[in-house]
Nanobody
């Protein structure tokens, strides 16, 4: 059974930082592309970041470029999202996802991604 478990969310002041983690089990993690999405109340799900199986290719949504960094550790079956210079508009539930294909599906057809985590809440206060 495949599981993706996010952690690291919480409450932070504007301008602060958080690092999210997503631990994967039940799959050959090193062969999967992984990524992050977020969804704020009343808004559509938004692509945040994705990286290929090795972490050598990274992609970011426009609203987080230059502030967020995705990385992975295949020895720990974990993907990370380092979030810096947070602002209240970053408040959302953050989800990780994994797919056996490449990273394109994260940006073009996220509903087709193989696996999703349950999400972790990030709240940024002003």
């Amino acid at each position: 059974q495949v599981q993706l478990v996010e952690s690291g969310g919480g409450l932070v002041q504007a301008g602060g930082s958080l690092r999210l983690s997503c631990a994967a089990s039940g799959l050959t993690f090193s062969t999967y592309a992984v990524g992050w999405f977020r969804q704020a109340p009343g808004k559509e799900r938004e692509f945040v970041a994705a990286c290929n199986w090795s972490g050598s290719l990274n992609y970011y949504g426009d609203s987080v470029k230059g502030r967020f960094t995705i990385s992975r550790d295949n020895t720990k079956n974990t993907v990370y999202l380092q979030m810096n210079i947070l602002n209240p508009e970053d408040t959302a539930v953050y989800y990780c996802a994994a797919d056996s294909g490449g990273t394109a599906v994260f940006r073009t057809r996220p509903s087709k991604l193989n696996y999703w985590g349950q999400g972790t809440q990030v709240t940024v206060s002003s």
